[in-house]
């Protein structure tokens, strides 16, 4: 099978509020199947200064916003 060339996006984000987002959704998904089942929606959009407004709802809701210059490239 060929190896895949692209990086995962949990290792090319580093850290700020990318990090914290995928940190959170990894846990809510791992808790979510821990339990037996879950639901879980997630929404983006462009804010001032083009900065990205994340929403991930799962009972709770946690909101991040991103700065562009974090964004994974």
């Known amino acids: 099978m060929a190896e895949s060339r692209i990086t995962p996006l949990s290792q ?5 509020q990318v990090r914290e987002a995928l ?6 998904i791992v808790d979510g199947l821990k339990h037996g089942f879950f639901e879980l929606s997630m929404a983006c959009e462009v804010i001032k200064e083009r900065k990205r407004q994340l929403l991930i709802k799962s009972g709770k809701s946690h909101k991040f916003t991103i700065p562009e210059e974090e964004l994974p490239r």
């Open 23 to 28: 940190d959170q959704l990894e846990g809510l």
């Open 12 to 16: 090319r984000a580093k850290g700020g």
